[in-house]
């Protein structure tokens, strides 16, 4: 998570939302990734998708475990089902609810930590800048 | 239709899963795409991803019709219902049972073709590549 939140914190550096992923395979790190909604212009590259984009082309994802800073929006939540994801840790979800339960109604085992300092960066951001929290969930929170 | 079906043509002989998708506002076109998973090495880029991607970043999809030629998967579906798009439009079902249900159940209104042309090109490609269609689904169809 420690790692994860560094990426959140280098989106919020780069003027982008700040949540971060890494994908964990059998203690090993995959890939990491951070939201690229304004450092690349795209809706889709939340951090949960940038950092399964940046583990490549795979058949499975049986051992792997995906950190992510911020509770799951939708878009991530189905990726996670669709690849078949079976771990999550989730930072907090104080920010945003996500979809821990529909997670967990699909066979995904969650941990949700309540982690401070990712509840701490994703406030300090949408304070900051509410219209762009808004637009990256399109108003969906 | 016509134009997700061009797109998935595309995608089938750039030797990539072809599928498709067109996204729609008021009458016109925005944004095409298809999947990319072979092309960029992207397994978040399914056909309807790509299409969101191409529209950039956009504050509302509620005047959106997002038109793909084979019913969506877990992932397509979530980003559907995330971003607040309305209306889908999909080819065929019989490749690949998606997740018609979840989306109407999120309010989506969703209108099914069962199109002969779509189904085909889909059926033809699982036949030539079916380790490549479990890869992209990594085996949840």
Redesign the interface.
Known sequence: MRMAFDEALRSYHEGGVPVGAVMVENGKVIASGHNR?VQD?????HGE?DC??R???????DDVTLYTTLSP???????I????IKRVVVGENRNFNGNIGFLEKNGVEVLLLDDTECATLMARFIGERPDLW??D????D
Not at 41 to 45: K, L, Q, R, T, W
Not at 137 to 140: C, P, R
């Open positions: 909604r212009g795209d809706p889709v590259s998708m399964i984009r583990a490549g082309r795979r058949n499975r994802y929006c939708m878009m991530c939540s189905g990726a089902v669709q690849f078949g808004d637009e969930v399109a108003g969906n």
